[in-house]
C-alpha cells in the first residue's frame, strides 16, 4: 500500500495537472462562455474513467465525480495519440446536453493506458431549432442540434477533417466551436505530458497505486462524513414552477436513506419525463455526475479539505426511474437540464437539512436566469446579440452567519459583465443594477438578498431571453423557523400605467423606451427571526438590506428614531411567539397553498397513475389531470377519462391504494 | 563619499541595503519591527549602520523606501471610515463585485465585509452615458443631506464614483466640489482621478482603497520626514511602487494606491537586477516569509504585469508587477488528519506566535520547525542574532503528528516540508500555464528570510535547470528601490473599433497622455534626467470581452497607420493565445503610458574567481532524502567567487540559510551568488 505522504503528494502533483489544464483552455479559448462564464471542466481520469483531480481555480463545478467508462467503452483500439469526443446525451451518459461536448485522450505507458486527460466545453451553438441550441419549448432531442456519438475526433495525432466538416455544416458558429475544441485538445495534451512527467518521477507503479489511493482516500473522507450523520430516512420533496410553457409544477421527490457510511438517494416519485427539454439525462447511472452535484456541494461543505474526485460518491447510490424527469428515455429533449439540476440540488440540500438542521444551510435562491438581448443598434444598424449578466439570488441562512447577498452556494461560480462595458457594446441603459430589499428569507440567521436588474431598451422588437428562470412561485424555502425568500419575477415597466407582469416567462418582446425589470429570487432564512439580535435588524435596516417594516411585521424589532425600541420589541415578539409556526421547513403561501390542493399524499396518487400509463402518455395525462383537479386526483382522472375515451386503460390498484 | 539607501519595512523585519558608489561597498543590515510605533525602527537602522558600517547619515543622498503600512492597514482594517457618493440604483456595485467567489465548492462561502458598508453608500441623482454625454446631472441639492448623515455617522473622507466617469469626470468633478464647499474638512477622492479605467466595479475599488489607506500613509509620511531631519539626511525620500518604479514620497499621500505593493514589488525588481548582473534573463522569483510564498516570473529580462492583484480581500486594479501567492511560509502549521494525511498550511502561525522553535510563544508545530528538526537550521545566529533556536522543542511539536503518521520524528519533519513544496508545485504549474513557459528553462531565485531554505528543494520538484541564491537574500526588495526608476503609468479608456477613423481621437488621447507623463515627470518629480515612454494599448477582437495589452510604437498613432497596430494585435494575440483571427475587427479599449525616468544605473563589478573547492566550517547532522547524513556545513562569509562544493550542503548566513539537497553542484559567482545546477 501507498504510504500516505506520497499520496498526499501525488494529489498535489494530480490536481497541479489538472490546473495547469484548466489554465491552458482558459488562455487558449475563443468564446465567451469558456472565457467569461467559465462552462468548462477539465479532469485526469484513470483507466477505468473515474475522475482523480480536478482543478479548483477555473471552471464549473459539476463534474467532479464525473465517470466516463460509458463513452470510453464506445470506442475500441486505442493508439496513443488519439482523442475520442461525444455531444450525445444519449451515448455514454458522459455528455449532458447538446452543447456539452466532453473530450478525452488515452496516456499510454509501455504500451498500456495508465490514464486519461478529459474535459468539456459548452459551444456556443450546435445547430437545432434555435440559436444556442437551447429553449425550453423544444421536445425531442434532435430539435437541439447534431449530435456526435463517442468517436475518434483525433487519430493518431491527426484531426478528422471530415468530423469538423460536418460539425461546421451544422452549427451557427463554427469558428468559435473548432477555436474552443482546439483549445480543449490543446490542453488534454499538456495534461498528458503532466502525467508523463509524473510518471517519470514516481514510477509507474507509485502512481498506479496513486491512483487508487486517491480514490480510496475520498471515498474514506466521504464515508467519514456519511458516519457523522444519524441513520435514517428523511424524505423531501422540491418543484420546479413549470413543466413547461405556461405549463404545471414539476415535483422532485427524494427519499435520502443513511446508514452507517453509505447513503441511497431514492428519486422515486419524481415527475415523469417531460415534454419540454427540462429532462435530466442520467442513464440509470447510480452515480451519474448531475444526480450527484448537490452530493459535492454538501460534502465540501462539511469537509473543505476533501479530496475531489470519483471516489467519494462511491458510499451513493442513486435511484431514479427509467422515464422520470431525471432519467429520461431516448428522445426526450434536455437542453434546459439546468434549471432542473438547480431543483435538484436543492432537493439534495433540504434533505441533508433534514439530517442534519445544525450544520446545514436554508435554500440558496436557485435561479440563475442568463440574460441575453437580441436588439439592433441604432447608431451602426446592425442587429446585436449580447449576453447582459446572470441574475443570481443569494445564499440561504448558514449555522453561524447570514446568507451571502446577490450569489452564493450553488451559483458562486457565476461572473457578471460591468455595466460600462456592456452600455458601451450594446444598445441598452442600465436604470438599477443592485439587491432587493426585503428579499432575503427572514430568520436568526437571515437569506442572502436578491439580484434586481432594470434596463432600458431604444429599438423595436427587442428580444430578451432569461434562460433557466425559476423560483418565480416556489420560494427557496427557509429552516428551523425561518422564513422563505422573496420569489423571482420579471415584468416590463414596472410601476408604470403600461406595467406588464410577465410570470414564469423566459423571454419577452420590448419597444422603444420599455424597461425591463428582472429580480432573482433570496435565499431562504435559517431559525426563527424573533431570535435575531435586534441590533442586527437594526444594522440591517440601516444597509437598507430590510425595510423598516419589515423589521416589524418579519421580525418583531420595532424601530423608533433610528433605534431599537426594546420595550415595544420585546412585547410585539411575545405577541408573535404563538404564530411562529412549526416544522423544520418554510415554503411561504405559495406552495402551502398549493400543497393544500395537491398534498403530498394526493401528488403521490398522481405519480402513481401516471408511472402505470405508457410513456407518452405520461406528460399528456399530468397536464389534464392537473387541469380537472378540484381535490381529488381521482376524480379529476375520471374526468380526464371522460372527455378522452382512448385514454389507455390501467391498473389503479396501486395507484389508487 | 555618498550613500544610496534602500530601505524596506515587512511584517516582521526592516531591511536596509545601503550603497556607496565610489567604492562599490554594498552594506545591509535587518531589524526587528516596531509594529506599536512604524516608522521608528527606521532611526534605530541608521545609527547601527553608522554604527557597524560608516554609513554617514548626512552623506544619504538617496533614499529609497518600501512599506507595507499602506497594506498591513488594508490586512488589519485600521484604516479611514469612509462615505460613498454613487449614481442612485447603482448602491450595490461594490458588494456585488463581479458575483463569482472564491470557495465555489462550499455552501458557505461568503464574500469579504465591504470597507465601505452599505449604510454609507450615499445613491445621488445624475447619469453619464457611455458616449461621454450628460443624461441628468448630478443633483447637488441632495449633497447638503448626504453631508449631514455622513457627519452623523463620524466618517473621515467621501469616495466619488459615478457611471462612466473614465469617459467624462466632469460629473465626479462637481459632486467633489461641492463637498469641499459644503464640508472642508472631509477629504474627498473621485474615481477617475485615481484611476480613469473602464469598468466601474474595479475602479471603485481601487479609489476606495486609496482613501482607506490616505490618513494612515500621510501620517506615516510625516513620521518618516522627522525622522530623516533628525538624522540631518539631506535625501528627498522616493517611495516603492506597485508598478516596481518609484516617486517622490509626498506624492504618497494622495497616490496612495500606488504604493499599496511597493515592497512586493520591488522584491521582484531587486531580484531581476540581481540576475541580470549574473546573466540570467529567465527567472522564477521565490519570496518566503513568515505566511506566505511569493511567486513571479521574470521573461526576457521583464517583469510581468496585471492588474488585479488581491490586496488582503481586494482587487487592486492599478497596473502591479504580477505575483502568485499562496499560503505556505516559515510560520505554516503542519497537521495530520483522522485518515494519517499530513496537510501543511494554510493555517500559519505568522510571525507572532511564530515557530515553536522560535520560543515566541508559538505550540504548533510549522515548516520551520521541521528544518530546526532535519538539522538545516540553527548553524548561525539567525536575523543578526535577533532570534535564538530550540530544537528540542521543536521536536516534541513535531512528535504527536509522528506517532499519528506511525514515522520517526525526522521523517515526519521531511515530509512536512515535502508537503509544502508540492503545495508550492501547484502554483508554478498555474503559472506556467497562465504564461505558457516551461519552468525547465527558468533559474529559481529564492529570496526573503525563508526563500533559500525551500528553493534548491521546490527547484527539484519543477526541474528548473539552475538556481541563484543571492549574496544577501534578506534585502532583495531594498536592494529593488536601490536599481528602480522614476515611472508611473497613465491611461485613457478609448472604445474604438481600429481604423482610420479612429486615429485621430487615438492622437489626441496619446498627447494628453504624454503631457501628463511629462508634467508627473519633470514638475510632479523634479526629474531633469534622460526619460522613456512606452506606449501600449488594451486591445481585443470585436465580441472578446477581455483584453490584451499590446506595446505600440508612437509613431503608428502619429502617422495614422490603424493597420500597424491591427498586425501588432495578431501578432501578440498568437504569442499568447496560440491563435489568431486577422478577419475580425480589432478594438481598442484602453491606451496606455508609462513614463519612466532613468536613474543611473547601478553596476557592481564582478569580483576575480579564485576556481577552488570550497572548505566546510565543519561537518553537521542533516535529515535529507530519509536518513541522517553527514553533510558540509559552509559559512556564507567563508565563500569566495569562484569556490565550489557539491550537495548535499548547508551554508548558513547572518539573515537565512541556504539548503542544498544532493543532486546540485554548486559554483559561486562573481558577484558572490551561489549558482546551482542540477546534475542530469
Known amino acids: 500500500m501507498l504510504d500516505k505522504v506520497t499520496l498526499q503528494i501525488l494529489a498535489n502533483h494530480s490536481r497541479a495537472a489538472a490546473e495547469n489544464m484548466a489554465h491552458t483552455l482558459y488562455r487558449t479559448a475563443h468564446s465567451t462562455f469558456v472565457k467569461e462564464t467559465e462552462d468548462f471542466t477539465v479532469m485526469i481520469l484513470d483507466p477505468q474513467g473515474r475522475t482523480i483531480a480536478v482543478p479548483m481555480d477555473l471552471g464549473a463545478t459539476w463534474h467532479v465525480g464525473i465517470t466516463y467508462d460509458g463513452a470510453i467503452d464506445m470506442i475500441d483500439d486505442y493508439r496513443p495519440g488519439d482523442i475520442g469526443f461525444t455531444n450525445d446525451p444519449y451515448s455514454g451518459f458522459v455528455a449532458t446536453h447538446a452543447p456539452d461536448t466532453h473530450l478525452w485522450m488515452p496516456v499510454f505507458h509501455e504500451g498500456e493506458i495508465v490514464c486519461y486527460a478529459a474535459g468539456h466545453i459548452h459551444n456556443t451553438d450546435m445547430g437545432g431549432a434555435v440559436a444556442a441550441s437551447l429553449s425550453r419549448s423544444l421536445t425531442e432531442i434532435h430539435q437541439e442540434g447534431i449530435r456526435f456519438p463517442p468517436m475518434k475526433l483525433v487519430n493518431g495525432g491527426v484531426m478528422d477533417e471530415q468530423v469538423m466538416r460536418i460539425m461546421t455544416a451544422n452549427v451557427r458558429k463554427p469558428d468559435l466551436n473548432i477555436g474552443d475544441t482546439k483549445a480543449l485538445i490543446g490542453a488534454l495534451k499538456t495534461g498528458a505530458k503532466k502525467v508523463e512527467g509524473m510518471i517519470a518521477k514516481f514510477g509507474v507503479d507509485t502512481f498506479r497505486a496513486g491512483l487508487d489511493g486517491m480514490l480510496d482516500y475520498a471515498e474514506a473522507q466521504a464515508r467519514e462524513i456519511l458516519g457523522s450523520i444519524p441513520d435514517g430516512t428523511y424524505t423531501f420533496c422540491d418543484y420546479a414552477d413549470e413543466d413547461s410553457q405556461g405549463g404545471n409544477p414539476v415535483r422532485l421527490k427524494l427519499a435520502l436513506t443513511i446508514r452507517g457510511e453509505e447513503a441511497i438517494l431514492d428519486f422515486t416519485g419524481s415527475d415523469p419525463q417531460l415534454a419540454s427539454s427540462l429532462n435530466v439525462p442520467t442513464g440509470s447511472d447510480p452515480r451519474h455526475t448531475l444526480l450527484m452535484v448537490g452530493v459535492y456541494y454538501v460534502l465540501y461543505t462539511l469537509n473543505p ?170 420560494r427557496p424555502w427557509g429552516i428551523l423557523g425561518g422564513r422563505a425568500a422573496g420569489p423571482s419575477d420579471m415584468n416590463i415597466n414596472p410601476g408604470k400605467a403600461n406595467e406588464q407582469p410577465l410570470g414564469n416567462t423566459d423571454i419577452a418582446v420590448l419597444q422603444p423606451g420599455d424597461v425591463l425589470h428582472i429580480h432573482s429570487a433570496g435565499g431562504g432564512g435559517r431559525g426563527s427571526p424573533l431570535e435575531r439580535e435586534p441590533w442586527r435588524v437594526l444594522l440591517d435596516v440601516e444597509r437598507g438590506y430590510v425595510s423598516e417594516a419589515a423589521a416589524c411585521a418579519d421580525y418583531g424589532v420595532v424601530l423608533r428614531d433610528g433605534a431599537v425600541d426594546e420595550e415595544a420589541t420585546a412585547e410585539r415578539r411575545r405577541a408573535m411567539a404563538p404564530r411562529m409556526g412549526q416544522g423544520h421547513f418554510r415554503f411561504g403561501p405559495e406552495r402551502e397553498a398549493f400543497e393544500a390542493v395537491w398534498t403530498p399524499a394526493a401528488y403521490d396518487q398522481l405519480t402513481a397513475i401516471l408511472d402505470a400509463l405508457p410513456l407518452h402518455w405520461r406528460f399528456f395525462a399530468k397536464t389534464e389531470i392537473f387541469h380537472r383537479m378540484e381535490g381529488d386526483v381521482m376524480d379529476a382522472l375520471d374526468a380526464v377519462r371522460a372527455d378522452f375515451p382512448d385514454f389507455p386503460a390501467i391498473r389503479l390498484a396501486e395507484a389508487a391504494e | 563619499m555618498s550613500w544610496k539607501l534602500g530601505v524596506d519595512i515587512g511584517g516582521t523585519f526592516i531591511d536596509f541595503c545601503a550603497f556607496e558608489a565610489e567604492t562599490n561597498r554594498i552594506c545591509t543590515l535587518k531589524v526587528l519591527t516596531t509594529p506599536g510605533a512604524p516608522g521608528q525602527e527606521l532611526g534605530t537602522g541608521i545609527r547601527l549602520l553608522q554604527d557597524r558600517h560608516g554609513v554617514d547619515p548626512g552623506q544619504i543622498d538617496g533614499f529609497m523606501h518600501g512599506t507595507t503600512v499602506g497594506i498591513n492597514t488594508i490586512i488589519q482594517r485600521k484604516g479611514a471610515k469612509l462615505a460613498l457618493v454613487t449614481n442612485a440604483g447603482f448602491e450595490d456595485v461594490i458588494e456585488l463585485a463581479r458575483l463569482r467567489m472564491p470557495q465555489v465548492y462550499s455552501l458557505f462561502c461568503t464574500r469579504p465585509e465591504q470597507l465601505i458598508t452599505r449604510d454609507m453608500v450615499f445613491g445621488i441623482a445624475g447619469r453619464m452615458l457611455s458616449d461621454g454625454r450628460e443624461e441628468t446631472a448630478p443633483d447637488l441639492a441632495a449633497l447638503p443631506g448626504i453631508v449631514e448623515a455622513i457627519r ?115 522584491g521582484v525588481i531587486g531580484a531581476a537586477w540581481l540576475a541580470r548582473q549574473a546573466g540570467e534573463d529567465r527567472i522564477l522569483t521565490l519570496d518566503i516569509g513568515g505566511t506566505s510564498a511569493d511567486l513571479a516570473v521574470i521573461i526576457d529580462g521583464k517583469p510581468q504585469f496585471g492588474t488585479g492583484e488581491m490586496i488582503g480581500d481586494f482587487p487592486l486594479h492599478v497596473p502591479s508587477v504580477s505575483v502568485s501567492s499562496i499560503g505556505a511560509g516559515g510560520g505554516s502549521i503542519a497537521s495530520v488528519d483522522g485518515f494519517g494525511v499530513l496537510k501543511v498550511g494554510p493555517e500559519s502561525a505568522g510571525s507572532t506566535p511564530g515557530p515553536v522553535c522560535y520560543g515566541r510563544g508559538g505550540t504548533q508545530p510549522t515548516i520551520t520547525d521541521a528544518m530546526a528538526v532535519m538539522g538545516i537550521l540553527g548553524h548561525s545566529d539567525i536575523a543578526y542574532g535577533q532570534l535564538s533556536m530550540d530544537v528540542g522543542a521543536a521536536r516534541a511539536a513535531i512528535a504527536p503528528l509522528a506517532e499519528a503518521m506511525g514515522r520517526s520524528i525526522e521523517a515526519t519533519a521531511e515530509a512536512i516540508v515535502e508537503i509544502a513544496i508540492s503545495e508550492m508545485f501547484v502554483e508554478v504549474e498555474k503559472m506556467a500555464a497562465r504564461y505558457g513557459i516551461d519552468m525547465r528553462d527558468f533559474t529559481l531565485v529564492p529570496f526573503g528570510g525563508a526563500g533559500p531554505l525551500m528553493g534548491a528543494f521546490l527547484a527539484r520538484e519543477i526541474g528548473c535547470a539552475k538556481v541563484m541564491a543571492p549574496r544577501r537574500p534578506g534585502v532583495v526588495s531594498a536592494l529593488g528601490g536601490l536599481v528602480a526608476d522614476l515611472k508611473s503609468d497613465f491611461i485613457r479608456t478609448v472604445f474604438e473599433e481600429v481604423g482610420p477613423g479612429a486615429m485621430p481621437r487615438l492622437a489626441r488621447a496619446l498627447a494628453e497622455l504624454e503631457a501628463e507623463g511629462e508634467a508627473w515627470l519633470r514638475q510632479g518629480q523634479g526629474f531633469d534626467g534622460p526619460a522613456l515612454s512606452q506606449v501600449t494599448a488594451d486591445l481585443r477582437y470585436a465580441g472578446q470581452s477581455f483584453e490584451l495589452e499590446t506595446a505600440l510604437d508612437p509613431a503608428w498613432i502619429a502617422e495614422g497607420d490603424d493597420a500597424a497596430i491591427a498586425a501588432a494585435f495578431h501578432a501578440r494575440h498568437e504569442e499568447v493565445y496560440e491563435f489568431n483571427d486577422p478577419g475580425t475587427p480589432v478594438e481598442l479599449i484602453n491606451l496606455r503610458l508609462v513614463k519612466i525616468g532613468q536613474r543611473p544605473g547601478l553596476e557592481t563589478l564582478p569580483a576575480p574567481l579564485t576556481e577552488a573547492e570550497a572548505q566546510p566550517d565543519r561537518l553537521i547532522e542533516v535529515w535529507l532524502d530519509g536518513a541522517w547524513r553527514e553533510v558540509p556545513l559552509f559559512l556564507r562569509e567563508a565563500l569566495e567567487a569562484g569556490y565550489r562544493f557539491a550537495g548535499p550542503a548547508i551554508v548558513a548566513q547572518e539573515d537565512t540559510t541556504f539548503a542544498i539537497p544532493a543532486g546540485f553542484a554548486a559554483k559561486v559567482d562573481g558577484h558572490l551568488n551561489i549558482m546551482l545546477e542540477q546534475e542530469a
Not at chain 1, 451 to 464: H, L, N, S
Not at chain 2, 235 to 244: R, V
Request: proline share 6%; net charge positive; aromatic share 6%.
Open chain 2, 152 to 266: 452623523a455617522k463620524g466618517a473621515d473622507g467621501v469616495i466619488v464614483a459615478m457611471l462612466h466617469a473614465y469617459r467624462d469626470p466632469s460629473q465626479e468633478h462637481a459632486v467633489k466640489t461641492e463637498l469641499a464647499r459644503l464640508a472642508p474638512d472631509l477629504y474627498a477622492f473621485t474615481s477617475a482621478e485615481v484611476w480613469p479605467v473602464i469598468r466601474e466595479y474595479e475602479r471603485t475599488t481601487t479609489a476606495i482603497l486609496n482613501g482607506y489607506v490616505h490618513p494612515r500613509i500621510a501620517g506615516y509620511l510625516d513620521g518618516l520626514y522627522a525622522t530623516l531631519e533628525d538624522l540631518g539626511a539631506p535625501a528627498q525620500p522616493l517611495l516603492t511602487k506597485s508598478n516596481g518604479g518609484l516617486m517622490r514620497a509626498e506624492e504618497g499621500r494622495t497616490a496612495c494606491v500606488n504604493m499599496l505593493l511597493s515592497g512586493t514589488a520591488s
Open chain 1, 305 to 474: 479539505k476533501i479530496l475531489l474526485n470519483t471516489g467519494l460518491t462511491r458510499p451513493f447510490t442513486c435511484i431514479a426511474p427509467e422515464g422520470s424527469v431525471l432519467n429520461p428515455v431516448f428522445p426526450a429533449a434536455v437542453g434546459m437540464r439546468s434549471l432542473t439540476c438547480a431543483r435538484l440540488r436543492s432537493l439534495i440540500f433540504g434533505a441533508f437539512g433534514l439530517a442534519i438542521p445544525e450544520r446545514m444551510p436554508a435554500a440558496p435562491a436557485g435561479s440563475s436566469s442568463i440574460v441575453n438581448v437580441m436588439t439592433t443598434d441604432e447608431r451602426t444598424r446592425k442587429s446585436v446579440i449580447a449576453a447582459i449578466n446572470p441574475v443570481v439570488g443569494g445564499g440561504g441562512g448558514m449555522p453561524h452567519r447570514d446568507g451571502s447577498n446577490g450569489s452564493g452556494a450553488d451559483a458562486a461560480y457565476l461572473k457578471n459583465t460591468p455595466i460600462e462595458i456592456t452600455e458601451t457594446e450594446t444598445p441598452v441603459r442600465f436604470e438599477r443594477y443592485g439587491l432587493l430589499q426585503d428579499s432575503g428569507g427572514a430568520g436568526r440567521w437571515r437569506g442572502g438578498l436578491a439580484t434586481v436588474m432594470e434596463f432600458r431598451v431604444f429599438t423595436p422588437g427587442t428580444r430578451i431571453t432569461a434562460r433557466n428562470r425559476d423560483r418565480s412561485v416556489f
